[in-house]
C-alpha cells in the first residue's frame, strides 16, 4: 500500500513518546528557543532501537543519503560533516523539521522514531573514518573560476551563469564521492529542472535547453542563453528528452586525477565554512 | 432565500423559491435508490455511483461536441493539505465530502457553499503509512457513514453532521487505520482497513447501519486450520496484511460482495513467510448476510512487491459467443488485467496491460509465470512494475456502449531491497525499500476490450499519476493526472477534447452529475473541489 515517501504528507503523532513535550519544548518546537545540549537521546544504545532505526533510515533517508550513509544526493552522514551541529537536540531538530532552504525537508516520525533513527546514526558513525581529503581547495578553485570554465553555466553566490545548479552550498549538500561522480560522468546525471531537452517547433525553429517543468500539454525551458522559453506543446513537432546532460564530462583529459581533487577539495568548502564566497571580480558579472 | 422572498407571503416566499432557490429536502436513501444506482442523474450515492464499479453515468448533456467549452463553475477550498483522495456523494443539491485528517464537509452543489463542517479529532498515536486520507462517506436513508483515519466507523446525521454512533473497527496502535468509503449492502455498512505496513492482520467488517453492531468480519489471512490457513509457515499469520482500504462492489442477485485485498506482510521480505499467503493480493467474492467466502482469485501468490490488489473490482454483463458472462474486470497493480467469471472466480483473461519483468503470462493453472531474478534483495533487484504498480487506488471506468475498460496505467519501475526486520508491534514492517528506476515513468489512459485484454487506444500522461476516470454516455471519458491536469477524452477514439490545469497534483476520480438542468463534472485537486459545467446559454 506504501506510497512515494518523499511525495507523502503522512501525520504521525505518538503518545508513547512521553519524553516528546518536554523534548520539544526544550528544542523550542512552536514555543521555547532551543536550548540544544540539554537532550540526550532516551533510546541512545538500545539495540532494537538502533535496528528499528537502521529500517527506518534505509527506507526514509536512504534514496538520497544513501542506503550504506555514504551520501549521493544528500551528504555523507558516515563521514562527512554533520554541518547543524550533532548534539542529540540538533540531530532531532534536523530530522523532524528539516533544513531550511536545502531539499531536506521534514522527515514526519514519529518521536520515537526520529530517536531510533538517531542512535542508528550514531552507531554509523562510530564505524565511519576521518580522513582528511586529498587536494588543494586554493588551486582548486582558480580551476573552477579559470580551467574548468564552471561559471559559465553554475553561480556561486551570486557570480556565474544559471543554466545549471546553483554550488554556493554544493559542499554541504553533496558527498566528496557524490561530486566525484558528477564530475567525472556528468552527462548521466542532472537534478529536477535541470533535465537535457530538445523542443522543434512548429516554425522550424529548435531550441535546446533545461527543463524547468512540463506536463502533457506544455513545457517551460531554460535554453542555453538562460532565456525562458514557455511553450504550449500543440505548438511543437517534438520533445526530445536528451539522453545525457549539457554539462560535458570531465575526464582525465579535461582534469586530471589531481586537478580534480583540487577542484572537489574546493567544492567541498562551499556552504561548510564563511569563507566560501569569492569577491566578485571587477567587471565580472 | 432571498431577502425579497422573506418580505412577502408564504405562498408567494414558495413560488420565489421555486424559482430561484432550492429546497433542498435530502430524501431518504433507500435500498431501491442503491441498487439504482445512477439511474436518477441528480444523485451519486457510493464510491463508485454505484454496485457495479463502472463509474459510468448516463449523462449526456455535456457530449464530445461541446466539452471543449467546460469551464469550472465554482471551487470549494478545504485549506486541508494532503492527498484529496475523495468521492463526494450527490443528493438532491448536496454534496457530501470527506477530506484529509477526518474532515468532512456537507456543500450547496449549485454553488460551493458550506452547510456544515465536522471534524473528528485525531489521537495522539497514528500510524498511517500513506497519507491522511479519506476516500468518501456511505449513505443510507439519513445517515452518512465514514470510516477513519484512527479506525473507526462513525454514522453522521446528514442533515447537521452530528455524530450519531462512533464504534472501533480495530486498535490504531496496532497499526490499523481505515481510509476507504463504505459502502452500504442491504441495512449493513460494509467496510474495511488499512495498515498492512504495520504487521496488522487484514478484514472486512459489516456493521448495523442501524446501531453500528458488528454483523460479520471476514479475515483475509485464514488462521491455521481454516481453508486457506496452509498457505502460511509458523505465526506468520498473525501479521500477514492484506489490508481492505478500497471499497469493493457487489452483485445483487448473487448476494455477493467483491472486494480486493492488500499485501501480504513485510512488504517486500518474502522469507518469513513462504507459501502463497492467501487471501492476499486477491478478489474475494463473499455472502453479502454471512461475509462467508464463495470463492476467491489470488493474483500475485506469495507477493515481495507491495502489489496490493484491492483496485475495484468492475462488474458488467458481456455478451460473449456462449450467451451473456457475468464478469469482473480488474486491472491490478501487479501489471496484469484480468477477466473473471464472477460466479465462480474462474480466469477467463488474464494478460499484462503494462511492461512486466516479473511474469508475462498467466498459466493454464491461474497462475502467473514467474521469471527469475524479481526477488528483493540486499544489493536491490530490479522489477517492473514499480512499489505504485501498474495502476492503484485510481479507479477506472466502464463504459457499456463501448464495452471497453478505461484504466489509468502507470509505465514504471524501481529497484526492490530487502532485508530482515524483527516485527514490533506497531511499528512499521516493510522488510526493505525501494528507489525508483529505469526508464522515466509515465501514464497512460488505456481503453482495455475486457475479453481479450487488447488495449484498443491510449492518450499518454507525461508525469507517472494516480488519477482515476469517469465514464459517460456523453461518449466521454474524464480523467486526471499528477501534473494537476483533468482531461475529456473521446471514448471511442482517445481524441483529447478538453483540459484544464487545477495546480495541484490528482488523486481522486471525477464525479458527474445533474443539478437544474445543468451537468456538472467534479474532481478533487489539491485543496480544491472543482465543480466544471457548460457555460450558461
New interface residues.
Given amino acids: ?4 515517501f518523499v511525495e ?9 513518546a512521553v519524553l516528546a513535550s518536554s523534548v520539544l519544548a526544550l528544542l523550542g518546537i512552536g514555543t521555547a528557543t532551543p536550548q540544544t545540549g540539554l537532550v540526550q537521546n532516551p533510546m541512545e544504545g538500545d539495540p ?1 532501537a538502533l ?2 532505526g537502521m ?2 533510515y ?2 526514509r533517508c ?2 538520497c543519503h544513501g ?1 550504506d550513509g555514504l551520501g549521493y544526493q544528500g551528504p555523507d552522514l558516515k563521514n562527512g560533516p554533520w554541518l547543524h551541529g550533532d548534539s542529540d537536540a540538533d540531530l532531532f531538530r534536523v530530522i523532524s523539521r528539516g533544513v531550511p532552504g536545502s531539499e531536506m525537508g521534514p522527515a514526519r516520525l514519529q518521536e520515537d ?1 526520529v530517536w531510533m533513527v538517531i542512535a542508528y546514526l550514531r552507531s554509523l558513525r562510530s564505524s565511519g573514518t576521518d580522513q582528511e581529503e586529498p587536494g588543494n581547495a586554493a588551486a582548486g578553485e582558480e580551476i573552477y573560476w579559470d580551467k574548468g570554465s564552471c561559471e559559465q553555466c553554475h553561480r556561486i553566490n551570486g557570480r556565474g551563469g544559471r543554466l545549471g545548479p546553483d554550488l554556493s552550498r554544493i559542499g554541504a549538500a553533496r558527498s566528496r564521492t557524490a561530486l566525484m561522480r558528477e564530475l567525472r560522468s556528468a552527462s548521466e546525471y542532472y537534478p529536477p529542472g535541470y533535465e537535457p531537452v530538445t523542443v522543434l517547433l512548429r516554425d522550424g525553429r529548435r531550441i535546446a535547453g533545461v527543463r524547468k517543468n ?4 506544455s513545457i517551460q525551458l531554460m535554453d542555453v542563453n538562460e532565456e525562458l522559453h514557455l511553450l504550449l506543446k500543440s505548438d511543437l513537432l517534438e520533445v526530445i ?1 536528451e539522453e545525457h546532460s549539457l554539462m560535458p564530462d570531465y575526464g582525465v583529459e579535461q582534469l586530471t586525477d589531481a586537478e580534480l581533487d583540487d577542484l572537489l577539495s574546493y567544492l567541498r568548502t562551499l556552504g561548510t565554512t564563511a569563507a566560501s564566497a569569492r569577491p566578485v571580480k571587477e567587471g565580472s558579472q | 432565500m432571498s431577502r425579497r422572498a422573506s418580505s412577502i407571503t408564504v405562498g408567494g416566499a414558495v413560488c420565489i423559491i421555486a424559482t430561484f432557490g432550492v429546497i433542498a429536502s435530502a430524501q431518504e436513501v433507500s435500498r431501491e435508490d442503491l441498487l439504482d444506482g445512477l439511474t436518477n442523474p441528480q444523485r451519486w450515492l457510493s464510491y463508485s455511483g454505484d454496485y457495479t464499479g463502472q463509474r459510468n453515468s448516463p449523462l449526456k448533456e455535456i457530449t464530445t461536441e461541446n466539452v471543449r467549452r467546460l469551464a469550472p463553475r465554482w471551487t470549494f477550498q478545504t485549506g486541508v493539505l494532503g492527498k484529496f483522495e475523495t468521492t463526494p456523494i450527490v443528493i438532491d443539491g448536496i454534496l457530501f465530502v470527506t477530506g484529509q485528517d477526518n474532515h468532512a464537509w456537507a456543500l450547496d452543489a449549485r454553488t460551493g457553499r458550506a452547510i456544515w463542517h465536522y471534524r473528528k479529532p485525531l489521537p495522539d498515536l497514528l500510524n498511517v503509512c500513506c497519507g491522511s486520507v479519506n476516500r468518501g462517506f456511505a449513505i443510507y436513508r439519513d445517515r452518512l457513514y465514514m470510516a477513519t483515519l484512527d479506525a473507526r466507523l462513525v454514522a453522521l446525521d446528514a442533515k447537521t453532521g452530528s455524530l450519531i454512533w462512533d464504534v472501533d473497527i480495530a486498535d490504531p496502535e496496532r497499526g490499523y487505520s481505515a481510509t476507504a468509503a463504505p459502502l452500504v449492502v442491504k441495512d449493513m455498512v460494509v467496510v474495511g482497513v488499512a495498515g498492512a505496513e504495520y504487521g496488522t492482520r487484514g478484514f472486512l467488517d459489516a456493521y448495523d447501519t442501524g446501531t453500528g453492531m458488528r454483523r460479520w468480519r471476514f479475515w483475509t489471512v485464514p488462521e491455521p486450520g481454516k481453508p486457506g490457513g496452509d498457505t502460511w509457515a509458523g505465526d506468520a499469520w498473525e501479521r500477514g496484511g492484506g489490508s481492505t482500504w478500497l471499497t469493493g462492489t457487489y452483485d445483487p442477485e448473487l448476494n455477493l460482495i467483491y472486494w480486493g485485498t492488500g499485501n501480504p506482510g513485510p512488504d517486500l521480505l518474502g522469507e518469513v513467510r513462504p507459501g502463497d499467503n492467501l487471501y492476499t493480493d486477491s478478489v474475494v467474492a463473499l455472502d453479502a448476510d454471512s461475509g462467508e467466502l464463495r470463492w476467491y482469485y489470488q493474483f500475485t501468490p506469495h507477493d515481495t512487491h507491495d502489489w496490493d490488489s484491492n483496485q475495484v473490482p468492475v462488474l458488467a454483463d458481456i455478451e460473449g459467443e456462449s450467451g451473456t458472462r457475468k464478469l469482473l474486470m480488474l486491472a491490478n497493480r501487479n501489471g496484469f488485467f484480468y477477466t473473471l467469471d464472477r460466479t465462480n472466480g474462474e480466469l477467463l483473461v488474464g494478460k499484462p496491460f503494462v511492461h512486466t519483468t516479473w511474469a508475462t503470462e498467466i498459466g493454464p493453472d491461474g497462475r502467473p509465470i514467474l521469471l527469475p531474478n524479481n526477488t528483493p534483495s540486499a544489493e536491490g533487484t530490479f522489477t517492473c512494475p514499480d512499489v505504485e504498480g501498474a495502476t492503484n487506488w485510481m479507479s477506472p471506468s466502464f463504459n457499456p456502449s463501448t464495452g471497453w475498460l478505461y484504466v489509468t496505467a502507470r509505465e514504471a519501475c524501481a529497484t526492490f531491497y530487502a532485508w530482515p526486520q524483527e516485527f514490533i508491534e506497531g511499528q512499521y514492517y516493510f522488510g526493505g525499500t525501494y528507489r525508483p528506476s529505469g526508464p522515466r515513468a509515465y501514464s497512460a489512459l488505456r481503453a482495455i476490450d475486457p475479453l481479450t485484454a487488447e488495449v484498443k487506444w491510449e492518450f499518454k500522461y507525461f508525469t507517472a499519476s494516480m488519477g482515476g476516470t469517469l465514464s459517460t454516455d456523453g461518449g466521454l471519458v474524464f480523467g486526471g493526472d499528477m501534473d494537476g491536469n483533468v482531461m475529456a477524452f473521446d471514448a471511442r477514439t482517445g481524441e483529447n477534447l478538453w483540459h484544464f490545469q487545477t495546480g495541484a497534483s490528482i488523486w481522486a476520480a471525477p464525479i458527474t452529475y445533474m443539478l437544474d438542468g445543468t451537468q456538472y463534472v467534479m474532481i478533487p485537486s489539491g485543496t480544491t473541489l472543482f465543480a466544471f459545467a457548460l457555460p450558461k446559454e
Fill in positions: 500500500m506504501i506510497f512515494d507523502e504528507t503522512m501525520r504521525r503523532k505518538n503518545a508513547r532494537k535496528e528499528q529500517h527506518m534505509r527506507h536512504g534514496v542506503l522514531e512540463e506536463d502533457t500539454f528528452h
